[in-house]
């Protein structure tokens, strides 16, 4: 089930929201059509609005590192070998997206499967179709826990630098696949995402690895988003039809 997931949802992105929407609020141009290079909308208090439906445009799910210069991503020897192992396919039978579990940050953020951002004044809420998971951003002053009960999606505060949300996420649980490809993580892993919305439809999202456990230095990516305006999140409970684990190799 989940290699045909990917492979139609890479194809036609556009289709993973499929409750239909009047799109009510989009600026429209001269020729009457939606104007995604519009302003970004803002709040009362003066900062972006970053709420909406938002859909990786092209995901940068199979491989995170794709793009980077030689050196840019370097790994420690066990993870390396690791790494090489996952490549070959040995490995596949245990890939958390085969087996239905989360997929972790930041690969989340470049699931080919839009998710929905909702934006309060100390808070912010994630709901990602990919799997029905979701995440929270708590923006009250809090710091990143020193001892977080493991998890997939670790622990994340925020804050605002400028018009730039700054996401700060550690308490991993080291299970999880950086990408398709296999990069791996430990539970030493800190994410540090910065969500910039440029206008009304697009928004980049730029994810820094911090994993002293795998990589010698920490190393950063881009992911851009595009506003999903007509259609809402539906419905993705990965287990109900997962065929993929007999035809998958390793233990």
Not at 162 to 173: A, H, K, R
Not at 177 to 182: E, I, P, S, T
Request: hydrophobic share 35%; proline share 9%.
């Amino acid at each position: 089930m989940l290699t045909k997931y990917f492979a139609l949802a890479l194809l036609a992105t556009s289709l993973a929201a499929q409750w239909n929407t009047t799109g009510k609020g989009v600026p429209v141009g001269k020729d009457g059509k939606p104007n995604l290079t519009a302003p970004a909308p803002r709040r009362a208090d003066g900062k972006p609005d970053l709420s909406g439906i938002w859909n990786p445009e092209p995901p940068k799910l199979r491989d995170v590192t794709a793009g980077s210069k030689p050196g840019e991503v370097s790994m420690k020897p066990e993870a390396e070998a690791l790494f090489k192992r996952r490549l070959t396919g040995e490995l596949s039978a245990i890939d958390p997206d085969a087996n239905c579990l989360p997929q972790g940050v930041p690969k989340i953020d470049s699931a080919p499967a839009p998710y929905k951002i909702i934006q309060e004044a100390n808070h912010i809420s994630v709901l990602y179709e990919a799997f029905d998971q979701f995440r929270q951003f708590f923006m009250d002053g809090r710091e990143l826990p020193r001892n977080a009960n493991p998890q997939w999606y670790g622990y994340s505060v925020a804050k605002w630098d400028g018009d730039t949300l700054v996401v700060e996420s550690s308490g991993f649980n080291g299970k999880a696949w950086l990408d398709q490809v296999g990069h791996p993580s430990t539970d030493q892993l800190k994410v540090t995402e910065r969500f910039r919305r440029k206008d009304f439809g697009h928004m980049d999202m730029t994810a820094t690895i911090d994993d002293p456990g795998a990589y010698n230095k920490p190393w950063s990516y881009t992911q851009p988003l595009t506003l999903v305006f007509r259609g809402d999140l539906i419905e993705d409970v990965c287990n109900e039809n997962n065929t993929d684990l007999p035809h998958l190799k390793g233990k």
